[in-house]
């Protein structure tokens, strides 16, 4: 389990753009993009409420097959990986936006 502090470290070495066969899921999954497998966090409709709490630590899309880390998280943990994947999303709209002419 790599500690929350540590995660935008791990990214920075390890942070390409799509899944990768044999790469550890945790990793890809840090990514914060979705690769047809897993959902793209980017585009979460709990990204600007505490709706993202409740799915997190609460398990409330349990039955979608996304459990609850409140054993894992802190609520502060929680916050930071929303907070780097609401970066994550407002990188990619960057990219995506066309330079002004």
């Not at 990768?20 to 793209?40: F, K, M, T, Y």
């Not at 966090?41 to 349990?62: A, E, H, I, P």
């Amino acid at each position: 389990m790599y500690a929350v502090s540590n995660v935008i470290d791990l990214l920075d070495a390890e942070a390409p753009a799509q899944m990768e066969p044999g790469r550890p899921a945790h990793l890809q999954v840090l990514d914060a993009v979705g690769g047809g497998v897993l959902p793209d966090l980017r585009y979460s409709g709990t990204l600007d409420n505490d709706q993202w709490f409740d799915v997190v630590l609460k398990g409330q899309l349990k039955q979608a097959g996304m459990v609850s880390f409140d054993k894992d998280l802190s609520h502060d943990d929680a916050a930071a990986i929303r907070a780097y994947v609401i970066f994550r999303a407002n990188q990619s709209l960057l990219q995506s936006t066309p330079a002004p002419k």
